[in-house]
């Protein structure tokens, strides 16, 4: 069967299993595990992180858990619990019409509600963990719920520990969210008040439906549609590097992108380097370097899995030779 992934790659696993609702995944879990033989398992939401290198040997599982719940309510904020199945960006909209804020920055990036909570999905001076509250997941190996806290999810840039030390245990059946009943539109990202303005909207009139149209106005112009063009957003990490690195390559390239990123350190942004190292719009047989966004490597058609990694391979050993800096994937390879 198919395995369905933003790259439009083509892959196959040896079965597929979809849930709708905890009771099926226990009953899918039960059965795999009488049978299956050592066979691998893997987890995905919309596969729009994913890199499939070959064909998958195994089971791949994948949630539907659709609809939402609100666990409790003050004349502040929301809990509200998200099946794991809902489209990330199909919930963002709601949420804005119900009048919960706090997702607007988010609109936008593909993907189901459940991989938003693996990944730490972050855009515009936004991350998934400043609005999760809580991550219910249902253990692969017995089919037992556990409840993790915000605090306890280990997140970080792009990172969670259900990308780390519990990769592969668990499946994350719901997401619950704390959202503001009052819009505080958060701006601080580079460029994003400009970008207001050049709409001919004011920063001090804004209203969350406006901010989201902004936000996706800027993705559209920048980011490929994967449905146009197979693309997993982002494939590289902005790297983080000690302080005194980023000024040594700051006195030889003045013009470098870089934020403060905690004690320290500093971010760097991979796309410059990328577009420096002379790869944006190049190309390496069918997988290429998207020319509006240097971060994102895009599969002109028909590119194997193998072939974005060759792309790979030689953009970051362009980027480590002239500025002897290690670019890591953010996409997964599988
Ligand atoms: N830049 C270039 N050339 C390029 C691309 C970027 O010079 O080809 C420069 C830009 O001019 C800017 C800086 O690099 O000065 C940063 O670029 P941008 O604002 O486009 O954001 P980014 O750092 O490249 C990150 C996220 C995106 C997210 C945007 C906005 C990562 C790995 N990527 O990209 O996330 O949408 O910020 O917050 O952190 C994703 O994860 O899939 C993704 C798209």
Known sequence: MRIENTFGIDVEARELITYDSEEALRKAIKRINEQREGLPLLHIGSGSNLLF???????????NIKGHVIKAETKD?????????EVCDEFIEQAI????????NLSLIPGQVGAAAVQNIGAYGVEAQDVIEEVKGISMKDGSERIWKQKDCGYGYRQSVFKSDLWGQYAITRVTFRLSKHFEPKLQYGGLVNAIEQAGLSKDTLTAEQL???IIDI???????PKEQGNAGSFFKNPVVPKEQAERLLSEFPTMPHYPAGEGKIKLAAGWLIEQAGWKGKSLGPAAVHDRQA??????????????????EAVKKDVKE???INLEPEVNFI
């Open 53 to 63: 290198l070959s064909d998958y040997p195994g089971i791949v599982l994948k949630s």
């Open 77 to 85: 904020d929301v809990l509200v619990e998200v099946g794991s199945g």
């Open 97 to 104: 019409q119900h009048g919960w804020y706090g997702m607007e």
């Open 212 to 214: 989201r149209q902004v």
């Open 219 to 225: 993705r559209r112009a920048k980011l490929p549609d």
């Open 295 to 312: 971060l994102v490597l895009v599969n002109k058609g028909g590119a194997t899995g193998r072939d974005i990694q060759r792309l790979c």
């Open 322 to 324: 002239r500025f002897d």
